[in-house]
């Protein structure tokens, strides 16, 4: 398997995806966003096909689109933490802008950039090139290194708004920055698994993690390292049955992990699994349970 270069090239881009979606995804569901970053993959194909209408690099178009959404659904919620009103708005118009974007664009005709559209929607992981490969690792390590800078503060902020406030912690400003980098690894993720299926890679991960322990950087590293190795498994399970399609092994391997994370909490202590279960993502409940 290692003697083919695409499949060198997608092991080391989607290592470096796995790792910036597991530390991301982790916040996603400690901050109850899971939906924001489901609005974003939908954002990423707007803006592929918005770029591709105005003749303008794909990739470039992704990027603009998820991280501007994400600004902007920051500063539209309460405290950049946006809600499920304001998300579902940027959601629906978003898809508006969509369905403008592909009535132009399917008349122009283009095979190229057509193409460039397909891979957005569905990932394109065995067919990337050198440099998008070294574009993938440099954008997992800035997005880890100001992820891992922000993080301490950030789940003060999380997991209790009023009173990081009253102690000065810039909770708007790190809202704001948390949602930038989300819309940044969505924009990465979507060469990997692509903008339908990049929900998973958040969010599957992060939740076993979140099972598994109620300490806050054991739990990060740990949605890292699942959501890493759930690349590696399902790009080995589609290069041994080719007839798979790389992402969405690598979405069924998240989520097998998630079920067995679930099974293994619940014979391990089923009351403590339905009640954290009832309150994922509710910044006060996470906040006790961190403490204890």
């Not at 800035?142 to 102690?167: M, Y």
């Not at 989520?255 to 009640?275: K, N, T």
Request: charged share 10%.
């Amino acid at each position: 398997m290692f003697a083919h270069e695409f499949m060198r090239n997608a092991l080391i881009a989607g290592t470096f995806v796995g790792l910036a979606c597991g530390l991301v995804g982790y916040f996603v569901v400690l901050r109850a966003q899971v939906f924001a970053g489901d609005a974003l993959s939908h954002v990423a194909f707007t803006g592929a096909l918005a770029a591709a209408v105005l003749g303008y690099d794909v990739l470039a178009g992704v990027f603009v689109a998820t991280i501007l959404g994400g600004v902007l659904m920051g500063l539209l919620g309460d405290r950049a933490r946006a809600d499920d009103v304001t998300i579902g708005t940027l959601f629906a118009w978003t898809l508006g802008l969509g369905v403008l974007f592909l009535s132009i664009f399917t008349t122009q005709k283009s095979a190229g950039n057509g193409t460039a559209g397909v891979r957005v929607l569905f990932g394109s992981i065995f067919g990337l090139s050198g440099t998008d490969v070294r574009r993938s690792v440099i954008l997992a390590v800035v997005v880890a290194a100001l992820l891992l800078a922000i993080a301490r503060p950030l789940l003060f902020a999380t997991l209790d708004g009023a009173v990081a406030a009253a102690q000065g912690v810039p909770v708007r400003a790190l809202g704001l920055a948390f949602l930038a980098l989300l819309g940044l690894v969505a924009a990465q993720a979507t060469q990997a698994v692509g903008a339908l299926l990049l929900l998973g890679l958040l969010a599957a991960p992060a939740g076993a993690a979140h099972l598994l322990s109620t300490h806050p950087y054991r739990g990060l590293a740990l949605s890292a390292v699942l959501a890493t190795g759930s690349v590696w498994v399902g790009l080995t399970l589609s290069y041994v049955f080719p007839s798979l399609p790389p992402s969405s092994m690598i979405i069924a391997v998240a989520v097998g992990i998630y079920i067995l994370a679930l099974v293994a909490a619940a014979l391990h202590d089923p009351r403590a699994v339905w009640q954290r279960l009832a309150n994922l993502g509710t910044p006060a409940e996470s906040a006790h349970a961190h403490e204890h």
